[in-house]
């Protein structure tokens, strides 16, 4: 089974949608690039698996994940795009300074998300170390960018149901 289809198996409770039509923009964050590219791969991988077609898929680079609130917003604004996934791993530091900035993203994306009434889905990494963070971009606990592609999808899905 692959980590996708573990990461279905724990959300899916009905088929998912047809994407095959809609446009995502992943956003991925350069701090802790190691782990970021993971959660990229693995979000990229698991939207090709369901349906989505790579010329409809657009990638975005931010310096680190607090620039990914207004990286958002701009893809989020385009008329050709569905859904936007945004990834990062702020990592625990010896300051507060990852908690001002995981606190700012989620806020940020959940307002973008409202304002523009597309699904912005919050695919940041909060571990305590680089072991934790991998351990999750891959590794034995799954790859929280598949994740954050199957929860687009399924957004779109409900989206879709609704209108
Ligand atoms: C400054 C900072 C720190 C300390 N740690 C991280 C981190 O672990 N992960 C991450 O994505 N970004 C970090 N940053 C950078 C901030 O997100 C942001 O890019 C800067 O504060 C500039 O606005």
């Excluded at 959660?39 to 680079?61: C, F, H, M, P, S």
Aim: aromatic share 8%; proline share 2%.
């Amino acid at each position: 089974m692959s980590s996708a289809d573990k990461n279905l198996s724990v959300f899916a409770t009905s088929e998912l949608p047809d994407v095959s039509h809609r446009r995502f923009a992943i956003l991925v964050a350069e701090w802790n690039t190691e782990v970021t590219e993971a959660l990229y791969k693995g979000a990229y991988q698991t939207l090709l698996q369901y349906g989505a077609k790579a010329e409809n898929i657009v990638r975005g680079n931010v310096p680190g994940s607090y620039e990914l609130t207004l990286g958002a917003q701009w893809f989020a604004l385009r008329d050709d795009i569905d859904a936007v996934i945004a990834l990062g791993c702020v990592i625990q530091g010896e300051t507060k300074h990852n908690d001002y900035i995981n606190h700012a993203v989620a806020q940020g994306l959940t307002t973008v998300s409202l304002k523009t009434s597309k699904p912005v889905i919050f695919g940041v990494l909060t571990p305590n170390d680089q072991q934790q963070a991998l351990d999750r971009a891959g590794g034995k606990h799954g790859n929280k960018g598949d994740e954050a592609a199957i929860t687009a999808i399924k957004m779109l899905g409900l989206q879709k149901q609704v209108y």
